[in-house]
């Protein structure tokens, strides 16, 4: 594999579960979302980010239609 220093510089920035909680909530803010409706998506979140590991995350968005 070769040396990509835009994935380099990428992989050093901070990434927590907050930062994505963040961007959903930009996302479904800027679709017009209700703020019930990004609470309820926030909340269940927390329980996704806790019982879902990464690969399963990465596979079950690639293997959706979204």
């Not at 927590?16 to 979302?33: K, L, P, S, T």
């Not at 990004?38 to 990464?54: A, M």
Request: aromatic fraction near 16%; proline fraction near 6%.
């Amino acid at each position: 594999m070769s040396y990509d220093p835009v994935l380099a510089a990428m992989l050093t920035q901070p990434w927590n579960n907050n930062a994505c909680r963040g961007y959903v909530i930009y996302a479904m803010e800027n679709c017009g979302f209700s703020p019930e409706d990004i609470r309820r998506v926030v909340v269940e979140l927390h329980y996704v980010f806790d019982f879902t590991g990464l690969e399963e995350a990465q596979q079950h968005y690639e293997n959706s239609p979204y």
